[in-house]
């Protein structure tokens, strides 16, 4: 595995590669968790690139993420929508997993909106449930993992960035009053980011909620890290895939997830189209 930090010029090689390919100035950002990649089917005047083809980019090898970037329009906004993601636990450096994010932000991205599906630590929550995260415990970054560390590349973003408000709270509200006016119940909650590739045993996730975790995933911190750092709003939706395991009682399987994700997706297409909605009269009433 190589731990080289990832440099401005591959960064800059990649944002070269997709340029070639699609004349787009993406304003938002958008990682398709788990399950969720056909959000990106809405996408119109889409062109359609595998990650094979841009240069550093990290590869998923997990069902249920595709690999690919499209880019085109959803909803009055250019839009870079990544359907599937690349995880640590594959192989990849705690620092290749920040790229797709550095390459949005060269390519002048103002937003991210990060969704994955993620395990119920919360007992309240069910399947299909769709959570708004409001902030993360980084597990992974206090041992040290950190998409960060290494030489700061100061053209984008300070050594030590703010973590305190990681998840964007007007757009927050934005979700919540889209959420309210759809139908669509939107609950919210703090997200912790393990390392993976195993679920969590009873013992564990007792722990988690007693730290106050309330849905548990292998992804989603590294990325908003690094779009933190850069200045980009961030906006975080996890769609629960499971009921809290926390007696032993059952098993949780990646298909599972992945079946969850079928009905999530519907909820969170609906919810996302709205949010841009908004976010677009925001802009045009600025």
């Known amino acids: ?27 938002i950002g958008l990682i398709l968790g788990s399950g969720l990649g056909g959000l990106a089917d809405s996408i119109g005047n889409a062109t359609t690139i ?11 090898t997990v069902e ?16 870079l929508a990544l359907r599937g993601r ?13 790229l797709p994010v550095r390459v949005m932000q060269r ?16 007992p309240e929550f069910e399947p299909g449930d769709l959570m708004l995260i409001t902030d993360h415990i980084n597990f992974m970054g206090m041992a040290g993992l950190s998409p960060l560390r290494g030489p700061n590349l100061d053209a984008l973003g300070p050594r030590f960035p703010d973590m305190s408000q990681a998840y964007d709270r007007e757009l927050q509200a934005l979700a919540q009053l889209q959420a309210r006016e ?38 989603t911190v590294p990325e908003v890290t690094v779009a933190r750092q850069g200045g980009t709003r961030v906006l975080g939706i996890s769609g629960i895939s499971n009921k809290a395991n926390l007696d032993g009682a059952t098993t949780t399987t990646h298909e599972e997830v992945l079946a969850a994700g ?4 519907p909820k969170l297409e609906g919810l996302l189209r709205a949010i841009l909605r908004g976010a677009v009269t925001e802009r045009s009433n600025a």
């Open 107 to 122: 390519m002048g991205t103002e937003i991210l909106v990060v969704t994955n599906a993620a395990g119920a630590v919360n």
């Open 262 to 265: 079928r009905l999530i997706v």
């Open 50 to 60: 595998a990650v094979e083809e841009i240069p550093g980019w990290p590869r998923s």
């Open 1 to 27: 595995m190589n731990e080289q930090p990832v440099t401005l010029s591959e960064i800059d090689g990649a944002v070269e590669a997709i340029r070639r390919r699609a004349d787009v100035k993406p304003e």
């Open 182 to 219: 759809q139908g669509i119940l939107l609950r919210s909650g703090v997200y912790i980011c393990l390392a993976g590739p195993s679920f969590e045993t009873p013992a564990d996730l007792r722990f988690l909620r007693g730290i106050g975790a309330d849905a548990v995933g292998m992804s």
């Open 64 to 79: 249920g993420h595709a690999g690919v970037l499209v880019l085109g329009e959803l909803e009055g906004r250019q839009v």
């Open 86 to 98: 690349a995880h640590y636990y594959e192989g990849h450096s705690i620092s290749r997993l920040g």
